[in-house]
């Protein structure tokens, strides 16, 4: 009777460590349609404020989008995009970085998004009762060739 008892505080044990783990790992993966598109619909988007840095010094430009199907394409772009949580202080694998802005119908600015390269993004939230910035690693395959198509 003892050895059963032990056995079971084993198996209880190894539960309970593999359910942590299972939890532990799911919290760090998410998408970006679960923290953006989910929180906000594309009907509240007045604008996309795209800024697009090069690695050459200087080089900079600035496109506002207010078109609804540019939007559109854009955040169908990105919705299928899977990432994992990751360092915030990353460098970029390529010529251009992107930082957008989605400005609300109301005029305030709910997400500011960092694209750095094609393999990181950061996401900062302006939600008033909880803003707050998360770092991620761009884990489904992607290439940002409808943010490229804007500045042509």
């Given amino acids: 009777m003892v050895k059963s008892g032990k056995y079971m505080l084993a198996g ?9 783990l299972m939890a532990y790992t799911a919290s760090r993966y998410t998408s970006f349609k679960r923290i953006v598109a989910n929180t ?14 090069s690695s050459v010094p200087g080089e900079k430009n600035d496109v506002i989008i207010t ?6 394409r854009i955040f169908d772009e990105f919705s299928h995009v899977q ?7 990353v460098n970029s694998d390529n010529k251009f970085n992107y930082y957008i802005t989605i400005v609300q119908a ?4 709910r997400f500011d998004i960092i694209l750095k390269g ?8 302006n ?9 991620y690693k761009i884990i489904s395959p992607y290439y940002p060739q409808v943010l490229e198509q804007v500045f042509d």
């Fill in 12 to 20: 209880a044990l190894l539960t309970g460590v593999g359910v942590s």
């Fill in 40 to 53: 906000i619909r594309l009907d509240d988007i007045a604008s996309l404020e795209i800024t697009r840095l």
């Fill in 67 to 72: 078109d609804p199907a540019v939007i559109k």
């Fill in 83 to 89: 990432l994992m949580k990751s360092a915030r202080n």
């Fill in 106 to 109: 109301d005029r305030k600015q």
């Fill in 118 to 125: 094609r393999q990181h993004m950061i996401i900062y939230d």
């Fill in 127 to 135: 939600d008033l009762n909880n803003p707050h910035l998360n770092a």
